[in-house]
DNA sequence: TATAACCTTGACGTAAACGTTATAGTAGGT
DNA sequence: ACCTACTATAACGTTTACGTCAAGGTTATA
């Protein structure tokens, strides 16, 4: 279902001079090749993290190609335990101001880029919390003997064990 | 508050043929005990988890020691993140699964723990090679070398850094 | 018996990231 | 023209682990 209609947003160029027409996708395609839904690419528009590139001449939303790169970057990011708000910071970083000088702009990127490695390292901190506790949580598992599971209540047993001869 | 007004529940034996009759708490005394609140304990009743061993004639809830290992055992639990369904599972409470005896339940929770690990050090590495590819990013703009700045923006590096080079 | 300090049930509020209707307009094929 | 599949906006529901009233009983103490 190839959209051919569409609305000339203001600033974006007439058609690309070399390409005979961008090829569109609607938001249940984009959805569907990311391995989303719809209801969260709207979502996510709203969060500002991505939007259509232009509207149909029937409102439809319009993706293209640096839409499936960006929402694929997303996706990436939060399936490393970003938040969207701090995927957005990540992603932001680009956006917020155009600098003009080349020194600003590799100032811009430095400052860009050191962002992203103090956001990366509080990610790779929580992470490693989480798994000690994921650890601590299986010398509780793994402390349970067999017996345990047959303690009458208030029975003692040893003492990794103490958190689960705890009865009813 | 010591209460010394009880109902008796049909299930529990008249008075502990030891004891010249057990020392009950209120929930507010558990509560403050255990440095939780008195909500809380209502909620973990709710869920299953724990409840008073009677009421008193005015039906206020009425606890013990037992009680007070037991809430010490959730808390802790607690602490190590585990999330309410998960202790109802650990304590054998509650079987999420088609698993019945509380080794298969233990097992499972073993299972389900390791994975999570194996995830959680697959993020990390991840994470780790982001890290370590930002950096190189940092040392180049950081180098002295002019030329470098004329290929930041939007140009293309290796395949961790893939996530944080999309554009708007 | 009055009073403070408890306790009771009930019910609504919170945050994150969407899911799920409801109602209505649109794109494309026959 | 008509049908089906898709899309639009709007708005309420879901989950977890409680917090926070509200309106009213209870306990121990003065």
Chains 1, 2 share one sequence.
Do not use: W
């Amino acid at each position: 279902m190839a959209i051919r209609q569409t609305i000339q947003t203001s600033e974006s160029n007439p058609e690309s001079p070399l390409e005979g027409g961008e090829d569109f996708l609607t938001i249940g395609e984009l959805a569907k090749l990311c391995g989303t839904t719809v209801r969260t690419l709207r979502y996510y528009e709203e969060m500002d993290l991505i939007g259509p590139v232009k509207r149909s001449t029937g409102k439809y939303r319009l993706y293209n190609q640096h839409s499936l790169k960006r929402l694929k970057a997303i996706m990436a990011l939060q399936g490393l335990n970003f938040s969207l708000e701090e995927i957005l910071e990540v992603l932001g970083l680009y956006s917020k101001s155009r600098s003009y000088t080349k020194e600003e702009q590799l100032e811009h990127t430095r400052q860009s880029l050191q962002q992203q490695k103090a956001l990366i390292d509080e990610k790779i901190n929580q992470l490693t919390a989480m798994k000690s506790d994921i650890e601590a949580r299986l010398r509780t598992v793994e402390g349970v003997c067999h017996p345990c599971l047959e303690h009458i209540p208030g029975d003692s047993c040893n003492e990794q064990c103490q958190y689960l001869e705890v009865h009813p």
